[in-house]
């Protein structure tokens, strides 16, 4: 006993007069990750969802109707609930893990850039089968798939390409597998990963604070790497790439872009709830030069707004025409990325990796 | 001292000292004790390297870390320590495995330690992404055993070959691994002490309220002076620790200690197999009559009675009445006097020599570098966290939160374009999460872009790299110097100008 108290009372009465001359302001102890959980998964991730399955249902009913008669009227419809649906969808992709990673729907929703030769390929060589999407390749199915099949000619050539039966069958299987994977998903989250996603908090590779905020940076440099810099000819020893932006038939990459960084911005500040922003200034963390981290990303969050509105047009032309505005974009996301990924990650102690390996 | 001295078994080679004078050098290395400490440490390492190869193979780590990567790191001067193809990597952990096997078992030892040093430490070799202070601990301590006696006792080996069998052995073969553990200790603790751990708690202060979930703890890991009590009980605890368990009086509490402080780092961090490594390294303090006691009580359960009389030199009754140091000697060792020569009279009479002095020099001389090895950063201008020259093998363990996001710019000086590099194209998450970091990794791979990019047709690339770093909770600033060609920069040892300096 006496050496247990030898001992004790050597290193407590060494450590304790220095750990009584800290200068910093206790941190609020009442913060728990669950908070962020709960609040982004019942309101931003599961209503996500229920989003993109309402959205893809009204595709399929539209789908229908300009299939039973393809005019220019029902094709606008149709081409309206498609574009609703993708919309949609670039909200959903930031969530790429739990039931949309363990079915592996990720790409069979939506992948681009999208194979044209590809596409008509598998219409010529619809066999009827109902399982025939099972064995149809990312590349030519999913909202990218759709949007070709909607969008790449003029409203009169695309009502007459619809005449034939092979395209009209396609057209429909892609749209009501779309629309299953969207249910199924809503079902996951509904029906019991909600639950799990709220409760695992822990800190290592598969906790949901990890996979919601490696995700959340996933998307960000999807965005920066391959909707922005690939098209700016960044990415290669070239000239700009017009061809490889995210959506090439429909014009609207630069929308996509918004809303993407619409659910980071929402993942990030949790909406009215918590979210990302509440943990950093719980921990009462700050940039070095007193003021909150959080308010140094929300204000880099809304000068990449400001960047995306100052491009005029479809990203396509913008890449040629207006390429500073567009890497002032770039520019934006890099900076956004550093904060993110660096500074918010490594003060709130979560990994950034993907796999699972020790430390010292 | 009181000792018993005339009973000291004194080999020929040591004739020129007087018999009756028990010298330090007699206590500290040539002393005659029972070698159960090392019997066990054999059996205790070889055990964990076989369950830790296990776990290495389950987590399908072989095939993400060696198998999956397009390209590696390697170590400077280490260059041809190349990755094999795929069955070269299973063949080479498979022989980890079976080499570990034979030292825990003691089956063809002195093969299995060499064959366990080399192929364990040359997949550490491949690629420095996955350098971690007990791989190199690890390593050290497979040098070790190669040079030890471990296999005497208590092994196949003995079974085989009878006269191999010894219960007793040199000192110094149990001494070393007390020096090379306490040594780690010490190093680690010594590295403690600078300004950001305990001035500012950090790391620890980010890194115990992200685990504020663990044992209803989070409340208590969320509190600021929670990280200074951690931060200045782990450096005193380091530095003090091996004194602690080399005396007499402190050395049940202090290896209490040791169970508690390791198995709280393993809850809190992702460390793998660290902590038990320590746990089970530590028992070498443990003076080697009492260890001498836990073998006898093992050989009772696997050694049939007949053997065990005829070859065990030592009764435990015997070895319970050898005198007690209280005194303390820094890393001693109350191994409690020398043995009574009549109860080891039967054993052969080589396992008696004293170490040779080829091996003593030998040994000093790898503990020696091991002193000098972790103060080499003091050549270096700047902070060692920052620049990282000189931070590997030194015992720097979770000591900085360290993250960076890189970006490299390749441009073909003919045509003016220039282009982003993905380094996922290249490198997995890990590989690019470390090298994002580390200075010398980050010349690495811009010499690879370089040697790619020339491959690809373009003459002369220019590699320039965008690059942040957040240490120890610092806003992230830029690290290093974006107009720098890195692919122009040499491969050496040299102060890197490029790296941006900390200080501002």
């Known amino acids: 006993m006496k050496q247990i108290l030898i001992f004790s009372a050597f290193i407590m009465l060494m450590a304790l007069p220095f750990s009584c001359s800290e200068d910093t302001p206790e941190v609020n102890d009442e913060f728990d990750r669950e908070g962020i959980l709960d609040n982004v998964a019942t309101n931003i991730i599961v209503p996500a969802y229920q989003d993109f399955s309402e959205k893809t249902e009204f595709l399929q009913q539209k789908t229908e109707t300009f299939l039973a008669q393809p005019t220019a009227q029902t094709l606008e419809e149709v081409r309206n609930a498609w574009i609703a649906a993708k919309l949609s969808w670039k909200s959903g992709e930031a969530f790429n893990f739990g039931p949309v990673e363990q079915l592996a729907l990720e790409t069979a929703i939506d992948l681009w850039p999208t194979n044209a030769s590809g596409i008509e390929e598998a219409i010529q060589n619809y066999n009827g089968a109902a399982t025939y999407m099972e064995a149809i390749g990312s590349d030519r199915k999913g909202l990218a798939a759709v949007e070709y099949l909607l969008f790449h000619a003029d409203q009169t050539q695309i009502v007459g390409e619809f005449a034939a039966e092979n395209r009209k069958a396609y057209l429909n299987l892609l749209v009501q597998t779309l629309a299953d994977h969207a249910s199924k998903l809503l079902g996951e989250w509904e029906n019991g990963y909600e639950s799990t996603f709220i409760s695992n908090t822990g800190n290592n590779a598969n906790a949901s604070t990890t996979l919601l905020s490696n995700e959340m940076i996933f998307l960000l440099e999807t965005v920066k790497n391959y909707k922005v810099a690939t098209p700016l000819g960044l990415r290669t020893l070239s000239d700009p790439l017009p061809e490889q932006v995210e959506s090439l038939y429909a014009d609207l990459s630069l929308d996509l872009i918004r809303e993407n960084l619409k659910i980071m911005e929402s993942i990030f500040t949790g909406k009215a709830g918590q979210g990302f922003d509440d943990y950093l200034d719980a921990l009462d963390i700050d940039d070095g030069q007193g003021n909150a981290l959080s308010a140094k990303i929300l204000q880099k969050f809304t000068k990449s707004h400001q960047s995306l509105d100052a491009i005029d047009g479809p990203l396509q032309v913008a890449v040629l025409e207006q390429k500073e505005a567009v890497e002032q974009l770039f520019i934006d996301l890099q900076e956004l990325t550093v904060l993110l990924k660096n500074d918010m990650m490594s003060r709130l102690g979560l990994l950034v990796i993907f796999s699972d390996n020790d430390g010292d | ?504």
């Open chain 2, 1 to 504: 001292m009181g000792m018993q001295t005339s009973t000291l078994i004194q080999p020929d080679s040591l004739k020129w000292k007087r018999v009756s004078t028990y010298t330090l050098t007699d206590r500290f290395l040539f002393q005659q004790v029972s070698n159960a400490p090392l019997i066990i440490f054999r059996l205790l390492f070889g055990a964990m390297m076989c369950v830790s190869v296990v776990r290495f193979a389950a987590n399908s780590w072989i095939n993400e870390f060696y198998i999956q990567p397009v390209f590696h790191f390697p170590y400077y001067g280490m260059e041809w320590v190349q990755v094999l193809p795929g069955w070269g990597i299973y063949l080479l952990f498979a022989l980890i495995f079976l080499s570990s096997l034979g030292i825990c078992l003691g089956l063809y030892y002195r093969l299995s330690t060499v064959f366990f040093f080399l192929s364990f430490t040359y997949v550490e070799l491949i690629d420095k992404t996955y350098y971690l202070n007990h791989y190199y601990f690890v390593s050290i301590i497979a040098f070790w055993l190669i040079w030890l006696p471990a296999h005497r006792r208590f092994s196949l080996d003995a079974k085989r070959q009878p006269a191999l069998f010894s219960p007793t052995t040199s000192i110094l073969h149990i001494n070393v691994l007390r020096w090379q553990t306490g040594l780690v200790y010490c190093y680690a603790g010594l590295a403690k002490i600078n300004d950001d751990w305990l001035l500012r708690a950090m790391p620890l202060r980010l890194w115990l309220p992200a685990n504020g979930h663990i044992l209803g703890l989070g409340f208590l890991l969320k509190q600021s002076w929670v990280a200074y009590v951690f931060s200045w009980f782990g450096m005193l605890y380091d530095l003090t620790v091996p004194f602690f368990l080399s005396s007499y009086k402190t050395r049940r509490i202090a290896y209490f200690t040791v169970i508690i402080f390791h198995v709280l780092t393993a809850i809190l961090f992702p460390i793998g197999i660290f902590p038990w490594v320590m746990i089970f390294s530590a028992l070498i303090f443990f003076p080697a009559d009492q260890q001498e006691r836990w073998l006898q009580q093992m050989e009772n359960v696997f050694v049939e009675r007949s053997v065990r009389t005829q070859t065990s030199g030592l009764s435990p009754r015997k070895s319970a009445k050898f005198p007690k140091f209280g005194r303390f000697v820094p890393f001693n060792l109350n191994d409690h006097g020398p043995l009574n020569p009549s109860t080891i009279s039967n054993v052969s009479s080589d396992t008696k020599k004293p170490p040779s002095q080829a091996k003593l020099l030998l040994f000093s001389l790898v503990l020696a570098l091991q002193l000098l090895l972790p103060w080499r950063h003091l050549l270096y201008p700047g902070s060692v966290f920052w620049h990282e020259e000189g931070y590997r093998f030194s015992w720097r363990v979770m000591l900085m939160e360290k993250a960076g996001n890189i970006t490299f710019r390749v441009t073909d000086p003919d045509s003016g374009h220039s282009m982003y590099v993905d380094n996922r194209a290249y490198l997995t998450p890990q590989q690019e999460k470390m090298m994002a970091t580390q200075p010398d990794m980050i010349l690495q791979f811009a010499r690879y872009l370089d040697k790619t990019f020339a491959e690809k047709g373009i003459l002369n690339p220019v590699v320039t790299a965008d690059a942040y770093v957040t240490l120890n909770g610092r806003l992230s600033r830029r690290f290093i110097d974006p107009h720098i060609d890195l692919s122009a920069q040499p491969m050496n040892l040299k102060h890197r100008e490029w790296v941006l300096s900390y200080e501002e």
